[in-house]
């Protein structure tokens, strides 16, 4: 029998992270395991949902690296829940450094449709300057942020390349709409938000970035078939941790659920997504957590990306196209924020992944935005989305008549349980944030019970934050700490520690 047979063990969340956790420990012998989730459903930011009859995901979307390094990949080839295509050897070796090489049309303000060639002076330095971005980790920071460093650096580069005629200025405008993708891929809400050094703390797998043909929620639906029945309490959102004994009752750790409801534990794994420990972490924590992990907290980002599906009579995009950009003709500022939100937020929709392949799905596109334009977009109507986005297509496409069939929307911001999308490295942040918000609580340091209260999930991954890999290995790695403390090794080396 396990040494930590007998240890209660709460994990608050039943997002990926926490199902690992409680998977990792359950199967180690762990008997007093419980889940308390938020919402009526498992999966958290995964989430498959339906759009007519087809399925979609409104949160996670791809394996990003699909090889033997990623646990997902490794979990998914498993259950059989990928194609062929994505299990074979040359898509697991393909290195594409997070930006996946999509077959690609641009369409202008001006409704010109171009190809991504006709702008290769603008991707190529692009791709250069994104890739030189990562480097200042170790070497120092010439500028704070990823958005300034890209500015400064193409208008020194440009100068004499682009001339300051039409072809130049186009480039320029290209430029701004990828600092716009870049804005949804990385979740923050400019690029002037992204800390330049700290950026290179992200780090890739090799792959090629890979979707589950049945859904994302399939590999949530596996893990929780090799979980007990009834490990997890839904419907139950926490309200309050009360750790280091703080309200006097038996239990060193006591979980305080929304309508007063008090689970008693012995270790808490905390799994709750960044923004809502950003938005909730003075009242989710008595005693409060020590000041280095609140700082961390408020310092580390959390951004918003969403998507808007929507689906057409019939495409207006080449047969081969995975990916759509926008690029407006009078914007070459490489700004990719919007100044006036309520009149132009649509500005910061950069275009569409088509929905593949279109045999199963029919003509669905997938709109990315990023940012407070997205926040934004999340107060409007479904009607009033569909109205700017008929607009938009119609423009570009120089097309007056094209009209969406219907869209679906996600609203990641205000999701109360979740509070934004994922995790970004902002300005000024270093690696000892994101160790800071791994660190149980109470410290090492101090004489209390050690490992009352341990933080997983996305946020607290050292170079794979923002991922659904990274975390299912946080899930993994606090539910190791737990085993660790109870081998017969830890057990033996403890001194019995006086409670504070
Ligand atoms: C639009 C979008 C696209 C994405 N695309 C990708 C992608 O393509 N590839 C990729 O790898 N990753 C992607 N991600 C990120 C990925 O989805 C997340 O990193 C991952 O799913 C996070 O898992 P988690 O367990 O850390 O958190 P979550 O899945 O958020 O789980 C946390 C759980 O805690 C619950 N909770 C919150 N507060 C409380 C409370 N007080 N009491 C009880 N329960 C609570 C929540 O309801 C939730 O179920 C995307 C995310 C979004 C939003």
């Known amino acids: 029998m396990s040494l930590g047979a007998d240890a209660r063990i709460v994990i608050i969340g039943c997002g990926i992270s926490g199902i690992a956790a409680a998977h990792r420990l359950i199967k180690a012998g762990f008997n007093h395991v419980r889940i308390l ?25 791809w394996i990003h690296g699909p090889s033997k390094e990623n646990p997902v990949f490794c979990l998914a080839q498993q259950y059989g829940l990928l194609s062929p295509e994505a299990l074979t050897p040359e898509n697991q070796a393909m290195d594409v450094g997070g930006h996946p090489p999509w077959i690609s049309s641009v369409f202008t303000s001006t409704g010109r449709k171009m190809s991504l060639d006709d702008l290769s002076p603008a991707v190529e330095m692009y791709k250069e300057l994104l890739d030189e971005s990562t480097q200042f980790l170790e070497r120092g920071e010439p500028w704070p942020s990823v958005g300034q460093f890209i500015r400064a650096e193409v208008l020194q580069r440009s100068a004499e390349k682009w001339k300051a005629d039409n072809a130049g200025c186009l480039q320029r405008c290209m430029f701004t709409t990828l600092l716009k993708v870049e804005c949804c891929i990385c979740g923050s809400h400019t690029l002037d938000d992204l800390g330049l050094g700290a950026s290179g703390l992200y780090k890739s797998i090799p792959g090629l970035d890979c979707t589950f043909p049945g859904g994302y929620e399939g590999l949530v639906r596996n893990l929780m078939s090799e979980l007990p029945a009834g490990v997890v309490s839904y419907n139950q959102p926490v309200s309050c941790i009360h750790w280091n004994n703080s309200d006097k009752r038996d239990a060193q750790v006591n979980v305080e659920c929304h309508g007063g409801k008090v689970v008693a534990a012995d270790h808490v794994i905390v799994t709750v997504p960044l923004g809502y420990l950003k938005k909730h972490h003075t009242s989710l924590f008595r005693p409060p957590l020590p000041l280095h992990k609140i700082h961390s907290i408020q310092r580390f980002g959390f951004g918003t990306n969403n998507k808007i599906f929507v689906e057409f009579d019939s495409p207006w995009w080449d047969e081969d196209c995975e990916v759509i950009y926008f690029v407006w003709e009078d914007d070459d500022t490489m700004v990719d924020q919007v100044e006036d939100v309520p009149g132009s937020w649509i500005k910061k929709l950069v275009g569409f992944t088509v929905v593949k392949p279109s045999e199963r799905y029919g003509h669905i596109l997938c709109g990315w935005i990023a940012g407070k334009e997205s926040h934004y977009m999340e107060t409007l109507s479904e009607q009033e989305v569909m109205y700017a986005i008929t607009q938009l297509v119609r423009r570009f496409t120089g097309n007056p008549i094209i009209t969406p069939r219907k869209i679906m929307r996600s609203q990641w911001f205000h999701d109360p349980w979740t509070c934004g999308s994922y995790s970004y490295p902002s300005r000024g942040c270093s690696l000892q944030d994101i160790e800071n918000l791994m660190e149980p609580v109470p410290s090492k340091q101090t004489l209390s019970q050690p490992l009352q209260v341990l933080f997983a999930g996305e946020a607290t991954h050292p170079s794979y934050f923002s991922t659904v890999h990274g975390a299912l290995l946080t899930g993994w790695r606090e539910a190791d700490r737990l085993l660790a403390h109870y081998s017969p090794a830890a057990r033996s080396e403890q001194p019995t520690k006086s409670k504070l």
């Open 37 to 61: 989730e938020a919402t009526g459903r498992s999966g958290g930011r995964i989430k498959t949902g339906k759009f007519g009859d087809n399925i979609v995901e409104i949160g996670a979307n």
